[in-house]
Nanobody
Framework: QVQFVESGGGLVQAGGSLRLSCAAS????????MGWFRQAPGKEREFVAAISWGSNTIFYTDSVKGRFTISRDNDRNTAYLQMNSLRPEDTAVYYCACAVRPLGAKELRSGQVDHWGQGTQVTVSS
């Protein structure tokens, strides 16, 4: 079955960095767009970033542009989210997600998700 193993979350001071990883199995990784969403306490889950299967199409939500970088390694079946210049408002549970062909990064950005990870907590202290 589809499984995501997320790692890299934790507690960091404002201005610091974290790198999230999402190791996937149970589906054809290089035929799926991968993405990250987050949910802060008391708020709805929101889109953060998405990357197409070939890494040629990438989307970010405006609040993370210039600070976060999404990438993937199709040989390792793993997606990453490098988060720099973290702010307290980035505090949330971060979820890995995928959208399998014919869906792509555009559909993933709109919330059309085939599978979700279990989430990893990111806490940014001020």
């Amino acid at each position: 079955q589809v499984q995501f193993v997320e790692s890299g979350g934790g507690l960091v001071q404002a201005g610091g960095s974290l790198r999230l990883s999402c190791a996937a199995s149970g589906f054809t990784f290089n035929a799926a767009a991968m993405g990250w969403f987050r949910q802060a306490p008391g708020k709805e889950r929101e889109f953060v970033a998405a990357i197409s299967w070939g890494s040629n199409t990438i989307f970010y939500t405006d609040s993370v542009k210039g600070r976060f970088t999404i990438s993937r390694d199709n040989d390792r079946n793993t997606a990453y989210l490098q988060m720099n210049s973290l702010r307290p408002e980035d505090t949330a549970v971060y979820y890995c997600a995928c959208a399998v062909r014919p869906l792509g990064a555009k559909e993933l950005r709109s919330g059309q998700v085939d599978h979700w990870g279990q989430g990893t907590q990111v806490t940014v202290s001020s």
